[in-house]
């Protein structure tokens, strides 16, 4: 799928509809973190004066309000309290847990009022994940490293307060541990190797799985038979989780 068909899709557009729904209707200076191809620092851009679009790799943006900043999140430049709103979904789930911390500080330190956080909601990052055939290593899908739910985005943002909190879409994928066993054993056979995010142990691209063996037909039989039982008792949930936080010490 191309990103403008993502971008198209009843989901995609569903999620983007409830972030724009927490944007200010006017501000200063925004910040977007992981800006990609700029369509939220564009929209932003309808809102606010300047929009800093941030990225690992410079973005390319052409916008009169909107300057490409190449950069990263665990080290911003600006300085503290310089952005009123800060933008961030679809990142936080795929930062290294060893810096998310670190990341979360720094969006906290550069601003002044308000921060939007977008991330998948409890999502068991057991179900469709792969298999690097380069290195073997297991990865989670689309690269996505971090859960999260409320508890989870305030221990990670202790400066701010909860403002408002909303679900969009509906999943109740779960898993257990036996059944993920058996699927890695069978190779993940079902995982998103569509995706563009490489193997987090590796860095090389995701590459489709060979052809199964018996052994591990039986396997992926074996752990669609277990996982079975976790929906059982699993209840549906929000794909995605957006919440709007508050700086405590903001006017």
């Not at 847990?97 to 979360?104: H, K, P, S, W, Y």
């Not at 799985?209 to 549906?236: E, L, M």
Request: hydrophobic share 40%; proline share 6%; with cysteine.
């Amino acid at each position: 799928m191309s990103l403008a068909e993502y971008r198209a899709s009843p989901s995609e557009m569903a999620r983007a509809n409830d972030l724009l729904t927490k944007l200010p209707a006017l501000g200063e200076i925004a910040l977007d973190i992981g800006a990609r191809d700029g369509h939220f620092s564009m929209l932003l851009a309808d809102r606010f004066k300047q929009v800093f679009a941030l990225d690992l790799v410079m973005p390319d943006i052409i916008h009169e309000r909107v300057q490409c900043v190449q950069g990263n999140a665990a080290d911003l430049s600006f300085e503290d309290d310089s952005i009123d709103f800060t933008f961030c979904a679809e990142v936080l789930e795929h930062i290294p847990t060893e810096i998310l911390r670190a990341v979360c500080n720094e969006l906290e330190r550069v601003t002044k009022d308000q921060i939007l956080i977008g991330v998948p909601y409890k999502q068991d990052i057991r179900v469709g994940r792969t298999t690097c055939y380069s290195c073997g290593g297991e990865n989670p899908p689309w690269g996505h490293i971090n859960t999260f739910d409320e508890a989870r985005i305030a221990r990670l943002f202790p400066k701010c307060r909860i403002v408002s909190v909303s679900f969009v879409g509906s999943t109740s994928e779960q898993t257990n541990s036996l059944s993920a066993k058996l699927m890695d054993l069978a190779g993940n056979p079902y995982g998103t190797y569509g995706q563009d995010e490489p193997c987090i142990h590796c860095g090389e691209k995701i590459k489709p799985p060979p052809k199964r063996n018996i052994f591990q037909k039986f396997a992926t039989k074996a752990a669609f038979g277990t996982k079975w039982v976790s929906g059982v008792f699993t209840k549906p949930r929000g794909t995605w989780i957006h919440v709007l936080l508050a700086k405590k010490d903001a006017n």
